[in-house]
């Protein structure tokens, strides 16, 4: 990787100029790279010598021209070096080591990208964990498809990661969809009362109704409240579930592991969390109530974990369940939540503190809400229904693709206005079509070769030299940045960003495709380009994979 490179021979300049006595010993630290806005100022610049200049009591740029000096121009990397402005030193990569990115992803095939930035770190990752009372809606799926592929981008630049849905199946929002059933079940047979306070008034209450009857009739009809209640809970429930995981597993997202609050119950672990806390000192009893001492970890108020009552809250719970999480082995635990769950952030990671895992063990990303929109008049109501329009019906209409890829173009801490009808238009404005469009128009054109009988033997680096046009240039330089995105992507919890990178590879295509001909008479220059329109293909499937979107080869 050319920034792993440039960074080697900064330090070994850095050493030769304390060795030779022309900087005074320094601490460098990380030495940071970027890439310059302007063409111009090269491939790669830092910022060194303005970093350690106040240290060694010098100017910025006579550090940076000492330093500029001692490094070796390895004319397999970089081409030139210099030093611009109050002290930067720019890079210039060699024609040599641009082109050969096309050998590299040849090589590594649907690996290339990936790196061991993570140094096999064992993360899981949980979201969704939607409570099993109702179909999802798309605030939910933008959370898969974030969820989904976090998970992925993570995974190519090594960590090890699982993903996890939660499964709220025990406490009062299940209750209160068994009530619901309950009162609809009722109303059916002539039997209609006051619907339940807290109850779920959706049609689709209505339909689960509806087919009991159709299939047990009056069997529950006599049954006393609560016990008619646990019946259609245990009915229902895991039908709800199931088609939750068929809604995601529609949409591409496909879990490692779907974890059941009811099992932290049956098995003890609640109660022995909030034993094992209070038996430490980290709790105590006040009122009646069991009281978590959360604000020696930084929360602004004790939080109660048992009620008066003698039942435990959902803190308790949701302690005992990233104590499980914990006891699996993971380094880390990504928990992603809604925006409304901005102010349980700070509880949780102070009782992470006191359980001895350290706040840093817990990272929650928050995401904001979506608004669907319909050729920029918002939506908000389902033409079939009229209530809140469904994840299912998202997917209907606009297809997995689109709709997981336009959940990822926007960073989760930002609003997303969601277009239905722009995320089904086969046109240029519609972004999944358009890098979809490359991938496809890639496809075709070495269909055509082959057709063509070309010579589609691997091109030699003698053939690489004539990849020279600055389309050709401009296409290779994004093909090298796939590694260093998708490393950023993971680090910052953004995978977002890989829209953006395959929207501007896409670009770079199209003003390639536009520019310069594949298929031509010249052997050597089309063995070239179809080795670099080859490598543009591979590297756009990889993105699309790891956001889980498809590369189609016809559209």
């Not at 998970?151 to 090890?160: D, I, N, P, R, Y």
Request: proline share 3%; glycine share 10%; aromatic share 8%.
């Amino acid at each position: 990787m050319a920034r792993e490179k440039i960074v080697g021979l900064i330090e070994d300049a850095l050493g030769r100029a304390v060795s030779e006595g022309l900087l005074s010993p320094v601490e460098a630290g990380t030495i940071e790279l970027e890439r310059p806005k302007r063409r111009e100022h090269g491939d790669w610049s830092t910022n060194l010598a303005l970093d350690v200049a106040g240290r060694l009591d010098m100017n910025p740029r006579e550090v940076a021209v000492i330093i500029a000096g001692l490094i070796a121009e390895d004319p397999d990397v970089v081409s030139k070096v210099e030093v611009a402005g109050p002290g930067f030193i720019n890079f210039h990569l060699s024609l040599a080591f641009i082109r050969n990115v096309l050998f590299e992803i040849e090589e590594r095939g649907l690996e290339f990208g990936s790196s061991d930035a993570g140094g096999g770190q064992q993360v899981q990752v949980e979201f969704v964990s939607a409570n099993p009372v109702g179909p999802l809606h798309v605030g939910h799926g933008r959370w898969a498809a974030l969820g989904d592929a976090l998970s992925s981008v993570m995974s190519h630049a090594g960590f090890l990661v699982e993903r996890e849905f939660y499964v709220n199946d025990y406490g009062t929002q299940l209750r209160n969809f068994g009530r619901s059933i309950s009162a609809r079940y009722l109303e059916l047979l002539g039997r209609g009362g006051e619907f339940p306070g807290g109850g779920y008034v959706g049609e689709y209450i209505k339909d689960i109704a509806r087919r009991i009857v159709d299939e047990c009739g009056d069997e529950f009809l006599d049954l006393p409240e609560e016990e008619r209640v646990d019946t259609f809970i245990d009915m229902e429930y895991p039908r709800m579930l199931e088609s939750i995981r068929d809604t995601l597993e529609g949409m591409g997202v496909v879990f490692d592991v779907w974890f059941s609050e009811r099992g932290l119950y049956s098995r003890g672990e609640v109660e022995e969390a909030i034993s094992a806390l209070e038996r430490d000192g980290k709790a105590y009893r006040e009122g009646g109530a069991l009281w978590l001492r959360t604000t020696e970890y930084g929360d602004e108020k004790d939080r109660v974990l048992v009620r008066s009552s003698g039942e435990p809250t959902y803190f308790a719970s949701d302690i005992a369940y990233h104590h499980d999480k914990m006891d699996r082995g993971f380094d880390k635990v990504i928990d992603i939540w809604g925006a409304d769950h901005h102010g349980y952030v700070t509880r949780m990671k102070a009782a992470m503190e006191a359980m001895g895992y350290g706040r840093e063990a817990l990272e929650v990303i928050l995401g904001q809400l979506v608004k669907l929109f319909r050729s920029g008049r918002p939506v908000a109501m389902s033409k079939r229904t009229g209530e809140i329009v469904t994840l299912d019906e998202l997917l209907e209409e606009v297809g997995a693709d689109g709709a997981r890829y336009f959940f990822l173009q926007r960073s989760h801490d930002s609003p997303l206005d969601f277009d239905i009808e722009l995320a089904k238009q086969e046109s240029p404005e519609n972004p999944v079509y358009y890098v979809q469009y490359a991938h496809a128009r890639i496809s075709s054109i070495l269909r055509y070769a082959r057709e063509a009988k070309a010579d589609l033997s691997e091109a030699l680096p003698e053939d690489l030299v004539l990849l020279e046009a600055e389309a050709e240039m401009d296409l290779l330089r994004k093909l090298g940045e796939l590694e260093e995105v998708v490393e950023f992507c993971a680090l910052r919890r953004v995978p977002h960003r890989l829209t953006g990178y395959a929207e501007e590879l896409a670009t770079l295509f199209h003003a390639f495709y536009r520019d310069c001909r594949v298929v031509t008479d010249d052997e050597r220059l089309m063995r070239a380009r179809v080795f670099l329109v080859h490598g543009v293909r591979q590297v756009l499937r990889i993105v699309l994979g790891l956001i889980g979107v498809s590369a189609p080869e016809q559209m």
